[in-house]
């Protein structure tokens, strides 16, 4: 059995996540990540690479690749241990009361306290219930890569942040762009709905897509809307953005309070129900939550603040700021 030892293991190597590697490091702590995605970035690698974010702090404008690759690289210096692609199953106590956190592989982290990042777990797209049998001949769920649409005609679905987003990203590159919601209003920030209107993509409200064609791949896609009926539309790609469904999976089984069957219960200090667990991102809860990578971050810097205190009672809560006190040095996790 594979045994990776650490002081922290973070449960989620999304943003959040990845910010937390880097300021437990700062508080000197060894840290492993544990992901049950292949690659580090949660969703925003898995399903908006090329989206264009506003909300960081520093960054007018910053794709979500490249945040991820700054991510990784600020948390680079303190060696963080990665452990992709086996999710996190089982947790433990041993003799002494260290937690022990098991995989689906069978390989055990021991770890003097957890911090679960997870986003909103593990997630599935909502089909598009017209075409879902086009999967990867033309319908796609989420954009690796905005080239790959150059001078294609694209239908975009749905009304929330993704849809409108990718459609506003997607114009400057594709044929055309056409984006459907089957409501009157969009569910996506008010400013992004604002920019779609007054852009070059055709907008069809109060309508869905209610036909999908082609031969090896698709060509053209029906539209029914209220006022207009049906209309044929070319298309040689159609991204269905109607969110996802989330799944906390085995984390449930771990004993800790879960709120709206969705999201873990934490207090201010970002602990959860269970002693020595944390949490920090989406997957959280509490009165007055705003969920935005920015409060994230925010959110993994308290968590490791008191993990680290619980681990360490004589540390201060507050470590000082990382301009007055030079970074520790870091052993590698075995």
């Given at each position: 059995?594979?045994?990776?030892?650490c002081?922290?293991?973070?449960?989620?190597?999304?943003?959040?996540?990845l910010?937390a590697?880097?300021?437990?490091?700062?508080?000197?702590?060894?840290?492993?990540?544990?992901?049950?995605?292949?690659?580090?970035?949660?969703?925003?690698?898995?399903?908006?690479?090329?989206?264009?974010?506003?909300?960081?702090?520093?960054?007018?404008?910053?794709?979500?690749?490249?945040?991820?690759?700054r991510?990784?690289?600020?948390?680079?210096?303190f060696?963080?241990?990665?452990?992709?692609?086996?999710?996190?199953?089982?947790?433990a106590?041993?003799?002494g009361?260290?937690?022990e956190v098991g995989?689906?592989?069978?390989?055990?982290i021991?770890?003097?306290?957890?911090?679960?990042?997870?986003?909103?777990?593990?997630?599935?797209?909502?089909?598009?219930?017209?075409?879902?049998e086009?999967?990867g001949?033309g319908?796609?769920y989420?954009?690796?890569?905005l080239?790959?649409h150059?001078?294609?005609?694209?239908v975009?679905?749905?009304?929330?942040?993704?849809?409108?987003?990718?459609?506003?990203?997607?114009?400057?590159?594709?044929?055309?762009?056409?984006?459907?919601?089957?409501?009157?209003?969009?569910r996506?920030?008010?400013h992004t709905?604002?920019?779609?209107?007054?852009?070059?993509?055709?907008?069809?409200a109060?309508?869905?897509?209610?036909?999908v064609?082609?031969?090896?791949?698709?060509?053209s896609v029906e539209?029914?809307?209220?006022?207009?009926?049906?209309?044929?539309?070319?298309?040689?790609a159609?991204?269905?953005?109607?969110?996802?469904?989330?799944?906390?999976?085995?984390?449930r089984?771990w004993?800790?309070e879960?709120?709206?069957?969705?999201?873990i219960?934490?207090?201010?200090a970002?602990a959860?129900?269970?002693?020595?667990i944390?949490?920090?991102?989406?997957?959280?809860?509490?009165?007055g939550?705003?969920?935005l990578?920015?409060v994230?971050?925010?959110?993994?810097?308290t968590?490791v603040n008191?993990?680290?205190v619980?681990?360490?009672?004589?540390?201060?809560?507050?470590?000082?700021?990382?301009?007055?006190?030079?970074?520790?040095?870091?052993p590698?996790?075995?």
């Amino acid at each position: 059995m594979k045994v990776t030892e650490c002081d922290l293991l973070v449960v989620g190597a999304g943003p959040v996540g990845l910010y937390a590697a880097y300021y437990a490091g700062f508080r000197g702590l060894r840290t492993a990540l544990l992901d049950s995605l292949p690659e580090v970035g949660g969703q925003v690698t898995a399903m908006y690479p090329e989206k264009p974010i506003y909300d960081i702090a520093g960054f007018p404008i910053v794709r979500g690749r490249e945040l991820v690759a700054r991510l990784v690289e600020q948390a680079s210096r303190f060696h963080p241990v990665y452990l992709l692609g086996d999710p996190a199953v089982t947790l433990a106590r041993d003799p002494g009361g260290r937690i022990e956190v098991g995989t689906r592989s069978g390989a055990l982290i021991g770890c003097g306290a957890v911090l679960i990042s997870g986003g909103i777990g593990a997630f599935t797209p909502r089909l598009l219930p017209a075409g879902s049998e086009w999967l990867g001949r033309g319908l796609s769920y989420f954009v690796p890569s905005l080239d790959a649409h150059a001078g294609q005609d694209v239908v975009v679905v749905g009304g929330g942040d993704s849809a409108c987003d990718w459609a506003l990203s997607l114009q400057p590159l594709a044929r055309s762009v056409t984006l459907v919601h089957r409501r009157a209003a969009f569910r996506a920030h008010e400013h992004t709905v604002s920019q779609l209107m007054t852009s070059k993509v055709e907008v069809i409200a109060d309508a869905e897509v209610t036909g999908v064609s082609g031969q090896d791949r698709i060509d053209s896609v029906e539209i029914t809307s209220k006022s207009h009926g049906a209309r044929t539309r070319p298309a040689q790609a159609v991204i269905a953005a109607l969110g996802f469904t989330a799944n906390l999976g085995p984390i449930r089984d771990w004993g800790i309070e879960i709120v709206a069957n969705r999201y873990i219960a934490v207090d201010t200090a970002m602990a959860t129900t269970v002693p020595g667990i944390f949490s920090a991102g989406d997957i959280t809860d509490y009165r007055g939550k705003v969920r935005l990578i920015s409060v994230g971050f925010g959110e993994a810097a308290t968590a490791v603040n008191n993990a680290a205190v619980l681990m360490r009672p004589g540390e201060q809560l507050f470590p000082g700021h990382s301009s007055d006190v030079p970074p520790p040095a870091i052993p590698v996790a075995p």
